[in-house]
């Protein structure tokens, strides 16, 4: 089974936006929906999950009822972070899923994500054990203190930009997190980051420049653009 886990816990400050950035209609639909439709049309995803900012569950469920999402079947809890999130997303399906299934986490402010994308990080993972969605580094790279000024600098061909989704085995991501609780490690910014602090390795799978996270009104008005390009 292949299952994607949605994160839309944030309450989109970044924004500046009065409701959570997840939720901004574009084009007379919500993020969230962009995002849930490419899942929900994708073959090979089984079921999808949502980690949802606390007051806006039945929000959610009215519009995966309008826009037909069928294979939404669960909603969980978002948490004090980001991992905290992520975790209470995968005890809920640890519920109905074996430590063999496939769980794609995906940000909800990613709607731009495809089918292919979707496709290489299930296979991937299906070969690997994990898979991280990631782009080249096409830009210069410096070395900040004091965030006005650089005097070093990192080359770009050792670095990798990650996206989501981030695949794993159901029991392997369980026990990362297990690991990573028992290290103290409570505010990892991402499921890849948590493996590599607990002395993991990750894999690679082909994400897109298209594949933006919608963080700041500058993200939004791109992500206009790119619909127009559809």
Same mark, same amino acid.
């Given at each position: 089974?292949?299952?994607?886990?949605?994160? $839309?816990?944030?309450?989109?400050?970044?924004?500046?936006? $009065?409701?959570?950035?997840?939720?901004?209609?574009?084009?007379?639909?919500?993020?969230?929906?962009?995002?849930?439709? $490419?899942?929900?049309? &994708?073959?090979?995803?089984? $079921?999808? /999950?949502?980690?949802?900012?606390? =007051?806006?569950?039945?929000?959610?469920?009215?519009? /995966?009822?309008?826009?037909?999402?069928?294979?939404?079947?669960?909603?969980?809890?978002?948490?004090? %972070?980001?991992?905290?999130?992520?975790?209470?997303?995968?005890?809920?399906?640890?519920?109905?899923?074996?430590?063999?299934?496939?769980?794609?986490? &995906?940000?909800?402010?990613?709607?731009?994500?495809?089918?292919?994308?979707?496709?290489?990080?299930?296979?991937?993972?299906?070969?690997?054990?994990?898979?991280?969605?990631?782009?080249?580094?096409?830009?210069?790279?410096?070395? +900040?203190?004091?965030?006005?000024?650089?005097?070093?600098?990192?080359?770009?061909?050792?670095?990798?930009?990650?996206?989501?989704?981030? =695949?794993?085995?159901?029991?392997?991501?369980?026990?990362? &997190?297990?690991? /990573?609780?028992?290290?103290?490690? +409570?505010?990892?910014?991402?499921?890849?980051?948590?493996?590599?602090?607990? =002395?993991?390795?990750?894999?690679? %799978?082909?994400?897109?420049?298209?594949?933006?996270?919608? +963080?700041?009104?500058?993200?939004?008005?791109?992500?206009?653009?790119?619909?127009?390009?559809?």
């Amino acid at each position: 089974m292949n299952i994607a886990l949605i994160i $839309a816990g944030g309450i989109g400050a970044r924004m500046l936006s $009065a409701i959570p950035k997840q939720f901004i209609t574009v084009n007379d639909k919500p993020i969230i929906i962009y995002t849930l439709e $490419a899942f929900e049309k &994708h073959p090979n995803i089984d $079921a999808i /999950a949502v980690v949802c900012i606390e =007051g806006w569950e039945i929000i959610l469920q009215n519009y /995966a009822k309008e826009y037909n999402i069928t294979k939404l079947k669960y909603i969980a809890p978002s948490g004090k %972070s980001g991992q905290e999130s992520i975790k209470n997303g995968l005890d809920e399906l640890a519920k109905f899923y074996s430590r063999e299934d496939i769980v794609l986490i &995906h940000d909800a402010i990613r709607p731009m994500v495809s089918s292919e994308i979707i496709s290489e990080c299930i296979n991937v993972t299906r070969e690997k054990g994990n898979a991280v969605v990631c782009i080249p580094c096409q830009e210069a790279m410096l070395e +900040t203190v004091d965030g006005a000024s650089a005097v070093s600098a990192y080359p770009r061909d050792n670095l990798k930009r990650t996206q989501t989704q981030q =695949g794993f085995t159901l029991g392997s991501i369980l026990d990362t &997190h297990k690991k /990573a609780k028992e290290m103290g490690i +409570t505010n990892s910014v991402a499921s890849c980051t948590l493996l590599v602090e607990t =002395g993991q390795t990750v894999y690679f %799978s082909k994400g897109s420049e298209k594949n933006i996270k919608l +963080t700041t009104s500058e993200d939004l008005a791109i992500f206009r653009a790119l619909l127009k390009g559809i």
